[in-house]
């Protein structure tokens, strides 16, 4: 079993940028895809960014390519969403998910089984 903590969220003016953290608290995420979905106020969770469990493949909603960076470190066992030029409606709470490899990569928060707690970006306009 996976247990996943995210760090890294805050208010941030708008243009500004944020460095998330992914970190299994237990378990190893050596052998999973890693995906940050998004949930704001009213609205549904969604997709954000996908690494594949090789560090071989990602992939990006449209919303956010070529802003955001998503990244696997297996030695330090943790995954990172680098976030720059934020845009108010980038406003969300952000969770990461993990995903077996043996699977492929997946855009639908119903095809992860294990969550973080969510961690709050505010961006400011």
């Known amino acids: 079993q996976v247990q996943l903590v995210e760090s890294g969220g805050g208010l941030v003016q708008a243009g500004g940028s944020l460095r998330l953290s992914c970190a299994a608290s237990?378990?190893?995420?050596?052998?999973?895809?890693i995906s940050w979905f998004r949930q704001a106020p009213g609205k549904e969770r969604e997709f954000v960014a996908v690494?594949?469990?090789?560090?071989?493949?990602?992939y990006y909603a449209e919303s956010v390519k070529g802003r955001f960076t998503i990244s696997k470190d297996n030695i330090k066992n943790r995954g990172n969403l680098q976030m720059n030029s934020l845009k108010p409606e980038d406003t969300a709470v952000y969770y990461c998910?993990?995903?077996?490899?043996?699977?492929?990569?997946?855009?639908?928060?119903?095809?992860?089984?294990?969550w973080g707690q969510g961690t709050q970006v505010t961006v400011s306009s």
């Open positions: 998910a993990v995903r077996p490899g043996v699977f492929g990569v997946s855009r639908v928060p119903s095809q992860y089984k294990y």
């Open positions: 237990r378990g190893t995420i050596n052998d999973y895809h």
């Open positions: 690494v594949s469990w090789n560090n071989d493949s990602t």
